[in-house]
């Protein structure tokens, strides 16, 4: 079904899908300006609608917002995009998505911040399919779909990444049993070891949890690890230039040493891979093994004060930044 509609005739709307690569490419994550360096997005022209009129006094283009007779409901092809004249105005749909109030929504249009399947819209009230559309606000997309979850969880230690244990060992299944009996389908994405404890996600969101889990998307996680001897000076430089393991190299996006204190050290590094016991085996090569192994952030999602086996639901802003961290 088509994604986009508009009152009356379709104008044009800003083809923002070749913007540079993407939004998650700029910095600031903010629109991509056009027509020159140093534009101000509400300076472009605005996205026009078939009733528009300009008044010829002021000189301003006057929109005309009313919802269409039915009879005027006919999808209809415009440039690039296929307009419902029924669909639901953009604002609302923003507003019900917990984005902003619908006159902060509006702000956000004017502003040139939001886009809908790939082009900035800058016109009030245009009428959207909020099922089919793709709408991001700065670059990161805006969920719509009210039955998906997102969540994190502090897994505590010594519970299994697993939605059941046939050995009835301790699960995250059994952290999330509430939920599941009353229907959500959720899955964890990716794992923790047993003896690890710290950030997992879970959702039933299948493309995005695919694209988490997927080495080609290269989501950076940070973990805490406190391990055995008096880490020196030298050691980041080491796992960044990378260290050979039995299945292939591994480097660390980011070391820093944290502690040294009575023959333990406290280590932060990131890695952007997701092989089985991966940091185990890293901080093992190197001749300091793991005593105690904490994640602290999925890409955007960090940890923070969380309570160990405790769930908390995502906000819009760490949704939006997952899927912006992985192109959806
Ligand atoms: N690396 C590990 O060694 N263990 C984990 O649980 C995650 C990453």
New binding site residues.
């Given amino acids: 079904m088509a994604s986009a509609s508009r009152d009356g005739t379709p104008g044009r709307r800003r083809d923002n899908s070749n913007r540079g690569g993407s939004a998650a490419g700029r910095k600031g994550g903010g629109p991509a300006k056009r027509g020159g360096p140093g534009q101000h997005p509400s300076s472009r022209k605005p996205h026009r609608k078939g009733t528009s009129r300009v008044d010829v006094e002021s000189g301003k283009i006057r929109l005309n917002n009313s919802k269409p007779a039915r009879h005027q409901s006919a999808d209809v092809e415009g440039d690039g995009a296929t307009y419902v004249a029924d669909g639901m105005r953009l604002q609302k749909v923003l507003a019900a998505a917990g984005v902003a109030s619908r006159r902060g929504a509006e702000e956000l249009i004017a502003a040139g911040r939001v886009e809908v399947d790939g082009e900035i819209v800058l016109e009030q009230g245009l009428r959207i399919d909020p099922d089919t559309a793709i709408i991001k606000v700065d670059g990161a997309r805006v969920v719509i779909d009210e039955t998906k979850q997102y969540l994190a969880l502090n897994k505590p230690k010594g519970w299994h990444s697993t939605m059941s244990d046939d050995h009835g060992r301790p699960c995250i299944g059994d952290l999330v049993a509430e939920r599941v009996m009353s229907g959500q389908r959720l899955f964890h994405v990716g794992?923790?070891?047993a003896d690890?404890e710290g950030l997992l996600l879970l959702t039933n969101d299948g493309e995005l949890a695919h694209r988490l889990m997927h080495p080609s998307y290269e989501v950076p996680k940070t973990?805490l690890a406190t391990v055995r001897g008096e880490v020196g000076r030298g050691l980041g430089r080491q796992l960044r230039q990378g260290i050979e393991l039995d299945d292939g190299p591994v480097a660390v996006d980011s070391f820093a040493l944290l502690e040294v204190y009575q023959g333990e050290s406290l280590l932060r590094l990131t890695l952007h891979e997701?092989r089985k016991?991966?940091?185990?085996?890293l901080l093992a090569e190197v001749g300091f093994p793991v005593i105690r192994?904490v994640?602290t952030d999925i890409g955007p999602v960090a940890l923070g004060k969380q309570r160990p086996g405790s769930l908390r639901v995502l906000d819009k802003k760490e949704i939006g930044a997952l899927y912006k961290g992985v192109g959806l």
């Fill in positions: 794992r923790l070891d690890t973990y997701g016991h991966v940091v185990r085996r192994l994640r």
